[in-house]
C-alpha cells in the first residue's frame, strides 16, 4: 500500500468513525472494539485535526488506556508495531533516491522517513495533562509484554528515544529528601527502597532525621511528587565494614561537621518504565559535590554495597568439574555452607573466610559473563561509573536476602574523584577491574579474565557494554 | 571511509589529543585549530569517556562555542553537516538486512542507523548546565547561516526535531506577567515585544497593572527567567476596532469583573532559536479556559490583529496588468494611498474605505501565494489555530508601521470556542478562509482563490501547510 | 529606694560584673549563682547597653534559662516578679502628679510607669533567633509555677499580654494540613491530636488521605514547623451520630463534591505556653468560610464533640441528697452505669437511654459552676462561639476516655452562620444556652439555671466569662 | 461618670445603634454624624459582641476610616483620646487599693487599669484583613494632627507600643532586593530612596543589578510587598570620598569576589507610619552579617553619609559674635561659599577646603544642640549604633541638596564589629563620639563640647538620648 493511498484511507476513515471519536469518554467496559478505536484516535491525533485539538485527544487516548485490560493493552502494543512503523512506502523512495545520489538533503530525508510515526505519537500523547506520567507506566506493561515478543523492541526503543531526551540529565532536579519532606513523597520513598528494606515511618525517620544522615533523590519536573532515583548516605568516621553498624537503632549520631566519609550505602531506582535511562552515574557525581561543598572536611566518598550475583556463581564454580577459582581444598572448606546455620558458628568463620574473599576476587576480577562482561551488576554500575573496588567485606549483612545472594559477602566502591574518569576508561575501553592492591594480591596475575570469550578483531564494544549494564539495570544495579 | 575504521581514526585522534581536551578551558583567542579541537572534544563526548565526564565536556564545548567568532561558528556548522551525520556505513549495511528481509527487527535498526549522530551530540550537550539556553542560541545562529546553505537544512532538522521534544507542550509551565512579576523578565517583555511597541516602564506598567488588563506567557522549566512566548490581552465590553482605544494612556480601565470580551491584541515569540516550534496556538487556548474559569461573564474572545501583508499585495495588484480583485474604478479610487497624508484627508477617507475593505476581503478570502496558501502570515496562524476572520477594521492603528504595511487595517479573529475544531479542518484540509458573512459577502461568491495552483488530484498537503506556516513564523505571525 | 538610686545601683552592678556577660556561655552545671547572672544579665539587656547587642544578649539568656534545672527556673521567674514590675518611685510620682492634676499628660505618664519593666524585657528576649519558640515554652513552665504560688499571676499578665499581641489573629496563617505536609509537620498533629487519639502513620494517613477529609492548622510566622491549633474535618453527606463512623479504617470515601457536610470532629490547641490566647473561634469560622468557598454544596457545619464534664456531673447528681435533674426513677436505672459492661448489655440500653439523653439536657440548659457558668468547657467554647446545640448523640464513643467522662455520650453543635452573632450574644450576655427545640423539650421550661448564683445588681460578667472559658482552654475545649 | 454606669450606657448605646452598625457599610459622603457612629461602631468592637464578630467590625471600621475626609480623621482621633483612654473610675479605685495595701496583685489591677483601652481597640482592629497597613497609615496622620495638638502624645505612645510589639526585629524579614525581585516593589523602593534621588528604572537597575552592588529591606509578614526599610550597598576596593564615584552610569564594576569593602551608601525608611520604631540598627547588623559570610573578603564595612544639619550650623557660627568653632580668618575665608559658584572655582576650592574640614571636625566632636545632643541626625544614629566618624570628605557630593545643605561635604562611618559595644557605650553613656585620630586631630584637645548644658548630677539620659535620634528619624537619619 502506498503511502499516498495509506494517507487518503485514513483520512477516509476518520472521515467515517467522524467526530464521534472526540465526543468518546473512557472504554466501556466490554467494548468490543475498543483497540480498534484506539487505533482510529491515534490516527486522528497524528493528523492534521489532533494539532486543533491534541490536548483533548491525547487525554482521551491515556484515559481509555488506563482503562484497558492486560489484553487489551498486549493488544494496543501490537498495533503500535504494526501500524505505527515508518512509512514505509515513503521509506523505500527515500532509501532509492539516496542510493541514487547520496546527498544531504536525500540523508536527511531518508533519516526522516526512516523515523517510526510512534515517536511523533508519543510526543503528542505527551500533551495529555500528566501525561508523562502515564506514559511511563504505559513502557512499565510494554517491558513485560517485550519479554514474551522480541518484536516488541522496535516499539521500546521508541518509547527509551523519547525518555532519553525527555529525562535528560539537563531536566532533572535534585533535592534532599528529609524529615521536612512531604509524607507523600516519603512514602514512595519506603516503598521504592530496593537495597535495604525499610520497615515503616519509625525505620524512615531513623534513615532521614539524624544530622549525619542524607538522601537525596532526581526528581523530573513534570513528575512533582515521584522521584525517578535516590541515594541514601551516612557520614561517618570510616569506611563501613557491614550495614549493622550504620543502621542499628540505639547508635549515636555523629557531628554531620565531624564527618570525613560520605557512604552510599542504597541506591534505589524508582520507576520501572525508565528501565535503562541512566541517572545513577549523575546522582552519585551531584551528591558527592555537593557533600563537599557542604562538608569541606570530607575526603572519602565510597559506598556499602551488595554483591547480588556472588553466590549463584560461587554455586556454580562450587558445582564445576574444573573451577580456575576455586581448588580443591577450597571447595571442601566452602562445603560448610551447605549448613544454613554456617554463619553463626563461629569455629568455622576463621576458615571459610579467607576463601571466600579470595574467591569474592576472583569473581570481580576475572569472572565474566557470557557477554564478556563483568558478573555482578552492581559491580557493572559502579565500576562503570569510575568508581574502585575498594575492600571485600565478610559477613556483612546478614539478612536473609544478602545471606541468600551473597553469603552475607558486601563492597565497597570508592569514588576517588581525581581518578573517575581514568578508571572509567580503564574499565569501559579495556574492561579490567580497578582495584585496591589488597584485592589483586589475593588473584594470580598472571592470567586474564578468565570466561571472557574474545571476538576477534574487535575492540570491546564499549557503549553497548555500558548500555547493558544499565539495561540490567533499574532496581539491580543499586549500590 | 568505513565507520569501523573513521572510528578507529577517531579513537586514535582522541589517544592523541589525549587529556588535554578536558583541562582546555575556553578556546584562546585566535587559536589557529580551535574548530578542529571542538571536533574532538564532540567526538569525546560521543564516546564512552563522554559519559563518565558528561557535563564536564558539554560545558567546555559550549563555553567555546560561546567565544567562538562568527567564522568560527559557521566552520563549527559545517563540521557538524560534515561530519556528525549518520554512520553511512552502518546505514548501508542497514539498508541492505531491510530490503533482504524487511522485518520488524530490520526496521528497527535502519531506523536507529539514519539517525544523524548529532541528534546524540546535541542531547549530551544538555547536560552542561544552563545547557539549552546554549542550543537554542547556537540554531539561532544556525538559522542564519543556513539562509546561505540550504544543506544545512539536515543540521537544522536535528536541532527541530529535539528542540520539539523538549518543549513539547507537555513540560511547558503557563504563568500570569503582572506587575508582581520580577523586572529581569519584565525588561524581557519589553524586549520582546514585537506587534505593539512597549517605550519604557511606564507604557509596559499600563499595559499590566491595571485591572482590565493580563498578560501570560509559557516557559520552559530549564529557562525560568525567560519567556518563550507571550501574549497580552484586554478584558473589554466589546470587541474593538482599533489599537486606540486599548493603548491610550488616559483611559479610564474598567472592572474586571465587568468584561464580557476578552481581546488578544500582541502575540509574540521570544526566542528566534526556537522558530517553527509551535506555541501560540497552545497558549491561546489555554488562556482562553483560564480566563473562562476566572471570568464566567466572558463570552467573547478575540484578537485584533495586524495585516503585515496587505499593502505588499495591495500594491502589486494596483500595478498588475490585470486584477480580478480591483477594477479600474477601486485602482483610481486607491491611487489616493500614493500620497502620504492621505489619512489625514477627511474627505478621502469616505471614498477609500469601502474600497479598500472590499480588497482586503479578497486579500484574505482569494489571494493565495504561490504556494497555494493564504497570502497572510498572521491570517494563516489564527486561521489555522481554528479562529473565523470577524471583521475588517479601517484606519484602525495609525502608527508608521502599521501604516507602511497595512495601511492602517487591522482585523478581529474570532475564536469561538465550538467551532475551533471545524474551522480549523476547513482551512487545514480544504483550505477555505472562514469568515463572518458580512466579510464574505464583499467577495463574489463564484470565483475559488485566485492564484491557487492547484496540483492536480492531491489534497492541499495539510500537515505540511502548517508548518509551512508555522516556519514563517515566529516574530511574524504575531496577532 | 528612688528610681535614680535604683538606676544609678544598676549601672554600678552592670560596670561591676562588666564585660563578662557577654562573653559567658550558658550557665555551667551547678553554677551557684546562676539566677542571679541572669539577673544582671536581663538588666543590661534593658539597659542601653541592651541596644548596641540586643541579639546576643538575649540569645546569651534564654540559652541559659534552657540549661537550668526546675529549682533554677523557679527562681528566676521569682526574680522576673520580684526586680522586673513596675518602678515603683516613679510610678507613685506618676500618680501623684496624676491626682494634682488628671490631664492627658499625666495620665499617659501614669500608664507608663505603671507597666511593668517585664514587658520590655519579654520583647527583647524576642530578638534572639527563634526567640518565640523559647519565651512560649517559658510561660510553659510559669503556668506550673503560678498554680503554686498566686502572685506570679502578674508575671503570667506580662507573657500573655504580649502573647495577644503577637499571636493575634492578624498574623496567623491558616494553612491546609494535608498528606502533601512535611513529617516532621505531622508527626506534631499525631502527638498533639487531644481528642481522639492518632495511633501511628497509617491512622493519620486516613485521617488526611481520602478525598472527604480535611485537616487545617494555624501557624506564626515565628513558628514555621509547629502548628498552633488544628481542627480535623469530615465531609458527610448528614450530620453524624458516632465517632466510629467516621474514623472507622474500611469505610468508603465519598466524593468530596457529594458532601453536603463538614463535620469539625477534632479541635486541638497544640502549645501549653499560649494558654488563654484564643484562636479556635476564628480558625472554625475561616475554615467555614474557605470550605464554603470551595464547596458550594455544603450547608450544614456543625461538630461532633466529646462531653468531658458529663460523668462527673452526673455522678455528683446522683448522689446528690436532692437533685432537680433526675427523679428517684431516674436514679434508679442510672444505677446501673456502676456495671462497667453496662453498655454491651442491650437490653439495659432502652432504659438507660432515655434517662441520660435528659439529664445530658439539663446538664447542658440547666446546670451551672460556682461561677454560674455552663459546666462544660466544650460547651461554653463552642456556644461562645455563637454555635448552638443540635443533637445529643447516646453511646457515640466507646473508647475508654469517652466512657469514663462522658458514659459515651456526644453532642453536635450547630454553626449556622446567620446565627452565629445572635447566639453569642444570646449565651453571653444572658448566659442561656442556645439549644435546638428537641434538646429544649427534654428539660422543663418554668426553670432558671439551677446553680447559678446571681450576683445582684451586676450584668453577667461577659469578657470575663469568655476568658474564664478561655482560660480553662487549651487542650480542654476541643470538639 | 462612674464605671459602671458608663458601662451600662455604652451598652445602651450600642442597644439603641443596634444591629445598624452590621450591616452598614462605609461611610456615605456628607454623613453628619459619621464620627460618632464609629465611635460606636469601635465600642462594640470592644464589646463581647465584638468577639463574637471582630473580623467584620474591624474591616468596617477601616473601610470607613479610609473613606473619611481630613477633618473626619482629626476628628476620630480626638475621640481616639477622650474616649478609649483608662477606664479612670477604675483607674483610681485601683490607685487606692494599691495605696492602701501594695502587693502583687494590687499592682497587677493598677497596671491593667493604667492601660488605655485604645491599646485593645488597635489589637482588634488588626482582626481586618490587611488591618495593619491600615494601621500604620492612619498614625501617619495622626502624627500629622499630633504637631498642633501635643496631647496626642497619649494616642500616639499607644500606637507605638503596639507597633514596637508587632514589628519587633524577631518578626522582621531579610530580603535580597535586586533585579529579579518584583516590579511592584522595585518602584516603591524608587519612591522611598531618601537619600540620593533614583531617576527611573535605568538608574534603579545600575543601583541592583551590577554584581558589585547589593541592596536589602526589611519586610514585615504582613506587608509583604512594602519594605519597612533598605539599604543600598557597593562592594568596593577601597573606602570611596565622594559619592559620584559610586553612582556614575559608565563605571566598570568589579567582581564581587574581589571586593575588600562593603559601603552603605544610603539608608532609607519607608513608613512614615513607623516613626521611631527602629529598624537601621538591626538591618546594618544584619546585613554586615550576611555579606562576611558571603564574601569573606570583606574587611571592611563603612558607609558614605550625607551631612544634612552641616551648612545650616555652619551658617549660625559665621554669623554668631562669637564663635570657638571659627576664627576670624576662617570667617573670611568662609565667605566664599555666599557665591553660589564657588565649587567650580578650583582657586578656592584650596583655601577653603582645610577651614571647612577643621569645621566639619569641630561639628561632630564639639556642637551640641540644645537637648545637649550632637547636632548632625545621621551622626547620632551611627554613632548610637557603635560606627566610628572615620573620613570627612571635601565635596564628595555636587547634587542641589548635598550642597545647599551640607556644602558637598560626606562623611564615612565605619563599622568595626569588635569596636560597636564600646563605641556605643561610649556614645551613649559619656556622650563622646569615636572619631578617627586625623579627626580629632583638627579640635584642640582641651575642651569638652562647646554648647552642651550640662544637667547636674545626671548621668546623660542614654536611653532617651538614642530614642530622640530615633524620633528625629525617619527620612532624616538615613546615611
Known amino acids: 500500500m502506498s503511502r499516498t493511498s495509506f494517507f487518503s484511507d485514513m483520512l477516509q476513515t476518520i472521515a467515517d468513525r467522524g467526530r464521534r471519536f472526540l465526543s468518546l469518554g473512557p472504554a466501556r467496559e466490554g467494548e468490543a472494539d475498543a483497540v480498534d478505536t484506539m487505533e482510529g484516535l491515534c490516527e486522528t491525533l497524528l493528523s492534521s485535526r489532533g494539532e486543533a485539538s491534541g490536548m483533548a ?31 514505509t512506502e515513503r521509506l523505500e523512495q527515500a532509501i532509492e533516491n539516496y542510493r541514487a545520489e547520496p546527498n544531504p538533503k536525500a540523508l536527511l530525508e531518508l533519516s526522516v522517513a526512516a523515523e517510526p510515526r510512534r515517536q511523533e505519537l508519543i510526543r503528542r500523547l505527551n500533551l495529555a495533562p500528566n501525561g508523562i506520567a502515564t506514559l511511563v507506566r504505559m513502557r512499565e506493561d510494554l517491558l513485560k509484554f517485550k519479554a514474551d515478543n522480541p518484536d516488541l523492541a522496535a516499539v521500546d526503543a521508541d518509547f527509551a528515544h523519547l525518555f532519553g531526551s525527555w529525562f535528560n540529565r539537563g531536566f532533572l532536579v535534585l533535592r534532599p529528601i528529609n524529615w ?34 542524607r538522601c537525596f533523590a532526581f526528581f523530573h519536573p513534570q513528575l512533582v511528587d515521584d522521584p525517578l532515583i535516590f ?14 553498624d550504620l543502621l542499628t537503632e540505639d547508635r549515636a549520631p555523629i557531628r554531620a561537621a565531624d564527618a570525613t566519609s560520605a557512604v552510599f550505602y542504597s541506591i534505589s531506582n524508582c520507576q520501572e518504565g ?16 555537593d557533600l563537599r561543598r557542604e562538608f569541606p572536611r570530607l575526603d572519602t566518598f565510597a559506598t556499602l554495597s551488595p554483591v547480588p550475583g556472588f553466590a549463584e556463581w560461587l554455586l556454580r564454580e562450587r558445582r564445576a568439574e574444573i573451577s580456575d577459582a576455586l581448588s580443591a581444598a577450597d571447595r571442601s572448606k566452602l562445603a560448610a555452607l551447605d549448613d544454613p546455620g554456617w554463619a553463626d558458628q563461629p569455629q568455622l568463620l576463621a576458615s571459610i573466610k579467607p576463601v571466600m574473599t579470595a574467591a569474592a576476587a576472583w569473581y570481580f576480577l576475572k569472572a565474566r559473563n557470557r557477554n564478556g562482561k563483568v558478573v555482578d551488576p552492581v559491580a557493572r554500575f559502579h565500576l562503570g561509573n569510575g568508581a574502585r573496588l575498594e575492600r571485600i567485606n565478610f559477613l556483612a549483612d546478614r539478612s536473609g536476602r544478602a545471606m541468600r545472594q551473597a553469603h552475607g559477602l558486601m563492597v565497597n566502591y570508592l569514588y576517588k574523584l581525581d581518578d573517575i574518569e581514568t578508571n ?5 575501553t579495556r574492561g579490567q577491574v580497578v582495584a585496591a592492591p589488597a584485592i589483586r594480591r589475593l588473584v594470580p596475575a598472571d592470567k586474564g579474565p578468565r570466561s571472557l570469550v574474545p571476538v576477534p578483531g574487535v575492540l570491546p564494544p564499549d557503549v553497548q557494554s555500558s548500555d547493558a549494564a544499565r539495561k540490567k539495570g533499574s532496581k539491580e544495579f543499586t549500590s
Chains 1, 2, 3, 4 share one sequence.
Open 424 to 428: 572509567h576508561e580503564t574499565f569501559a
Open 57 to 87: 485527544l491525547a487525554k482521551n487516548i491515556l484515559d481509555r488506556w488506563q482503562s484497558f485490560d492486560p489484553q487489551q493493552r498486549r493488544d494496543f502494543v501490537i498495533v503500535l508495531l504494526a501500524r505505527f512503523g515508518p512509512d
Open 180 to 213: 521536612s519532606t512531604p509524607a507523600n513523597i516519603l512514602e514512595k520513598i519506603i516503598r521504592y527502597e530496593a537495597v535495604h528494606h525499610i520497615g515503616g515511618w519509625d525505620e524512615l525517620r531513623l534513615r532521614l532525621a539524624p544530622e549525619d544522615r
Open 231 to 244: 541515594v541514601e548516605v551516612a557520614l561517618t568516621r570510616e569506611m563501613p565494614s557491614n550495614i549493622a
Open 274 to 289: 525508565l528501565k535503562g535511562i541512566s541517572f545513577g552515574n549523575f546522582l552519585i557525581k551531584q551528591v558527592v559535590e
